[in-house]
Nanobody, 125 residues
Framework: QVQLVESGGGLVQAGGSLRLSCSAS????????MGWFRQAPGKEREFATA????????SYADSVKGRFTISRNNAKNTVYLEMDSLKPEDTAVYYC??????????????????WGQGTQVTVSS
């Protein structure tokens, strides 16, 4: 069983930056592709970004491309989300997720096997 714990959320002004971290335990971290999703009030959980097991390949939703950067440190069992130029519409609970299988797109929640509890990000205008 893999446990994922997010941290680093908070309140920031528009244009500011935040760095989220997701620490994994209970499994072999480098066996998992990792993703960050977010869910705003009254909306469905949506894909933000994902990173391959090695960290070589990344993908981003159009809404965050050029502003968010995902990275991972397999030695520390941690995945990061650097968020710059934040906008009020980025306000959401941010979740990290681990994907064991090689098949299936990384943009769909159903293809992930483990989820963290989420961390709140609030961007004020």
């Amino acid at each position: 069983q893999v446990q994922l714990v997010e941290s680093g959320g908070g309140l920031v002004q528009a244009g500011g930056s935040l760095r989220l971290s997701c620490s994994a335990s209970g499994g072999t971290f480098y066996n998992y592709a990792m993703g960050w999703f977010r869910q705003a009030p009254g909306k469905e959980r949506e894909f933000a970004t994902a990173i391959s097991r090695s960290g070589v390949s990344t993908s981003y939703a159009d809404s965050v491309k050029g502003r968010f950067t995902i990275s991972r440190n397999n030695a520390k069992n941690t995945v990061y989300l650097e968020m710059d130029s934040l906008k009020p519409e980025d306000t959401a609970v941010y979740y990290c997720a681990a994907k064991i299988t090689f098949s299936g797109s990384s943009i769909y929640t159903n293809n992930y096997d483990y989820w963290g509890q989420g961390t709140q990000v609030t961007v004020s205008s």
